[in-house]
T-cell receptor
Framework: IAGITQAPTSQILAAGRRMTLRCTQDMRHNAMYWYRQDLGLGLRLIHYSNTAGTTGKGEVPDGYSVSRANTDDFPLTLASAVPSQTSVYFC?????????????FGPGTRLTVL | RKEVEQDPGPFNVPEGATVAFNCTYSNSASQSFFWYRQDCRKEPKLLMSVYSSGNEDGRFTAQLNRASQYISLLIRDSKLSDSATYLCVVNMGSGNTGKLIFGQGTTLQVKP
């Protein structure tokens, strides 16, 4: 693994189903983030984690949950998917939680909720 | 007012042209400023940080105007490979705190 990986690459999901998007980084970064990107709205922060064992809410957290059991993994779960959660989801990481730190992004997951 | 605002474009320019993008931000206490580049259907990647004194990286120059709360990106001698969306990014806390807010991006198309 080099950098950040995300899985799946894309997914079509029926409304009401539960879905977990996976994110793994091998850079030993402390901070990790989940964003969604929608046309005309740019990237919006869903949840973040400044270090393993801690998480926080971003701008649009409703309908999503995260966990950070270790440094490398930061899964995002949609408990009961709704069509408005159709989006491209990007995971990112940075060395630390300071806003001076560059964020490195994974390749994204394209999710369609029908 | 949006926290970070950009003209979405698209900007269509010929190869070799100079093009400039501006971005305005709402938080006067922000201290972290970046330009990210995003190619079509790809992840964003850092293009350059923006420092108070302005900074240059090859054909790219970034400027910060704190009084007017805007950031600019100048691209000289545009190449076809510069075609992408450029995201203005600013932190929303004071100092180096707070999460980063991404603008919706400005799309550049460089034509032969």
């Amino acid at each position: 693994i080099a950098g950040i990986t995300q899985a799946p690459t894309s997914q079509i999901l029926a409304a009401g189903r539960r879905m977990t998007l996976r994110c793994t980084q091998d850079m030993r970064h402390n901070a990790m983030y989940w964003y969604r990107q929608d046309l005309g709205l740019g990237l919006r922060l869903i949840h973040y984690s400044n270090t393993a064992g801690t998480t926080g809410k971003g701008e649009v957290p409703d309908g999503y949950s995260v966990s950070r059991a270790n440094t490398d993994d930061f899964p995002l779960t949609l408990a009961s998917a709704v069509p408005s959660q159709t989006s491209v989801y990007f995971c990112a990481s940075s060395v630390g939680s300071s806003s001076y730190n560059e964020q490195f992004f994974g390749p994204g997951t394209r999710l369609t909720v029908l | 007012r949006k926290e970070v605002e950009q003209d979405p474009g698209p900007f269509n320019v010929p190869e070799g042209a100079t093009v400039a993008f501006n971005c305005t931000y709402s938080n006067s206490a922000s201290q972290s400023f970046f330009w990210y580049r995003q190619d079509c259907r790809k992840e964003p990647k850092l293009l350059m940080s923006v420092y108070s004194s302005g900074n240059e990286d090859g054909r790219f120059t970034a400027q910060l105007n704190r009084a007017s709360q805007y950031i600019s990106l100048l691209i000289r001698d545009s190449k076809l490979s510069d075609s992408a969306t450029y995201l203005c990014v600013v932190n929303m806390g004071s100092g180096n705190t707070g999460k980063l807010i991404f603008g919706q991006g400005t799309t550049l198309q460089v034509k032969p």
